[in-house]
């Protein structure tokens, strides 16, 4: 039987670094799957991947050669700029995030520091990940597919979700891991002023509606309490999009 961990670790951090940091522990689980492919190395194509599988890889291997710029192309940008920006970013900041992109640096910190806290915690590299492409799955009207994602070296298994966008495939951080950050978002959303700025960085989140609801139905790190349900549903409601 797959064991896939328990509640996921607060957030509890006022760098990008140790966001990054709870994203890598987030993948420790037990039971090792036996149909998954290894990673492969390839060049991210822009906008997106052909396929689930290929998303992942490309992301596992731009972060793992310290490529933020290539990590970019298969993510969705405004949920890395609002994760990078939950940790101590004002709201004038936040909206420059959504606005004008992150800045290099802290872009290159956040997935460095996700590529050394994973290679620590579990003795291998991202690219030595193994991936297998999972089921599709329909979501509030958008279209999410499930990765299924293996240690090679240690036990355990998940599985990463990713979003398809204008028909090409992205990894999606919020359907994956909303329930590691639901709360410490609603927290930091209660402190920003009420001003335009705030209204800005509520409309963006609240554009990732589906994407939250995917990581309750889908709960792809294993299954999350009540109350982390109630966390992710909440802040769809503080935003507006409930």
């Known amino acids: 039987m797959v064991v896939r961990g328990t509640s996921p670790p607060a957030i509890v951090s006022s760098t ?67 994760l990078i920006a939950l940790d101590g970013a ?7 995030f959504l606005d004008s992109g992150v800045p290099e640096e802290s872009l290159a910190l956040f997935w460095d520091s996700f590529r050394d806290s994973y290679a620590n915690s ?26 299924d994602v293996s240690l090679r070296r240690s036990n355990g298994e998940t599985q990463w979700i990713t979003q398809l966008m204008d028909g090409r495939w992205r990894v999606d951080l919020y359907a994956t891991f909303a329930s590691t950050f639901a709360q410490p978002l609603r927290l930091w959303l209660a402190t920003l002023p009420d001003d ?29 309490s009540d109350g982390v349900a109630s966390q992710i549903k909440g802040l769809i409601a503080d935003v507006g999009a409930g």
């Open 16 to 82: 990008p670094r140790l966001l990054a940091v709870v994203f890598a522990l987030a993948l420790a689980v037990a039971g090792c799957g036996s149909s998954a492919e290894p990673t492969t190395t390839t060049q991210p194509p822009i906008g997106g991947a052909d396929s689930p599988s290929e998303a992942l890889r490309e992301l596992l291997t731009a972060v793992q050669d310290g490529d933020a710029e290539a990590a970019s192309t298969v993510t969705i940008e405004a949920q890395v700029a609002l």
């Open 90 to 96: 004002t709201a004038v900041e936040a909206r420059g």
């Open 196 to 224: 335009a700025d705030a209204a800005a960085i509520r409309e963006a989140i609240a554009a990732q509606r589906a994407s939250l609801l995917a990581a309750v139905d889908q709960q792809p790190l294993g299954p999350i």
């Open 122 to 147: 579990f003795g291998e590299d991202l690219s030595d990940m193994v991936v297998a492409a999972g089921g599709n799955v329909t979501v509030d009207g958008a279209t999410f597919a499930l990765v």
